[in-house]
T-cell receptor, first 115, second 115 residues
Framework: DGGITQSPKYLFRKEGQNVTLSCEQN?????MYWYRQDPGQGLRLIYY???????QKGDIAEGYSVSREKKESFPLTVTSAQKNPTAFYLC??????????????FGPGTRLTVL | DQQVKQNSPSLSVQEGRISILNCDYT??????FLWYKKYPAEGPTFLIS?????DKNEDGRFTVFLNKSAKHLSLHIVPSQPGDSAVYFC??????????????FGKGTKLTVNP
């Protein structure tokens, strides 16, 4: 089955610890994205990557870091510098191109709780 | 400032009736508008889209209307079914880029369809 996997589904960490969220896709998509969702809020873009070894900051990149060493993988590290890390994190992927829009396909999400 | 606004956090309708979800935007420089549907603890799934050059797009029970002069779009679901109960996000793709790397989301409207 083609799709996007995020692991784990629930993650608990102590304050001050860095934590890395996994995102893997086998859709052969070039682009991958990380969003954050807070209660009553829309999705906000953290980082995105259009191609391997390249990524750009989204609207709320502070306190986060990413890497894109492989096309299939786009891990997100929530660092201790992120002031409010408790949230639902969503990974997405899409094709790229300059024609019509490129639909983003989302993973099931990881709920991170920092204690 | 929020460029895409969904001013109704929730909507409740009876099964079989019409559901109308609304979305307003403040920036005219959007190429496409999309609706995503999200169940709790899952990633959003794409529902329907509309190009900024059109005023209507229909797909089965779902129709999206775009009123550019009012900077307003709406999603109509007819007839509504209990399985439609979910949070619906309006999203927009800014002009000038080929990919959807800069999806701008509204805060979502929670739809409840009562049997």
């Amino acid at each position: 089955d083609g799709g996007i996997t995020q692991s784990p589904k629930y993650l608990f960490r102590k304050e001050g610890q860095n934590v890395t969220l996994s995102c893997e896709q086998n859709l052969n998509h070039d682009a991958m994205y990380w969003y954050r969702q807070d209660p009553g809020q829309g999705l906000r873009l953290i980082y995105y990557s259009q191609i391997v070894n390249d990524f750009q900051k989204g609207d709320i990149a502070e306190g986060y870091s990413v890497s894109r060493e492989k096309k299939e993988s786009f891990p997100l590290t929530v660092t201790s510098a992120q002031k409010n890390p408790t949230a639902f994190y969503l990974c997405a992927s899409s094709t790229t191109g300059t024609g019509n829009y490129n639909e983003q396909f989302f993973g099931p999400g990881t709920r991170l709780t920092v204690l | 400032d929020q460029q895409v606004k969904q001013n109704s956090p929730s909507l409740s309708v009876q099964e079989g009736r019409i559901s109308i979800l609304n979305c307003d935007y403040t920036n005219s420089m959007f190429d496409y508008f999309l609706w995503y549907k999200k169940y709790p603890a899952e990633g959003p799934t794409f529902l329907i889209s509309i190009s900024s050059i059109k005023d209507k797009n229909e797909d089965g029970r779902f129709t999206v209307f775009l009123n550019k002069s009012a900077k307003h779009l709406s999603l109509h679901i007819v007839p509504s079914q209990p399985g439609d109960s979910a949070v619906y996000f309006c999203a927009a793709i800014p002009t000038g880029r080929g990919g959807s790397e800069k999806l701008v989301f509204g805060k979502g409207t929670k739809l409840t369809v009562n049997p």
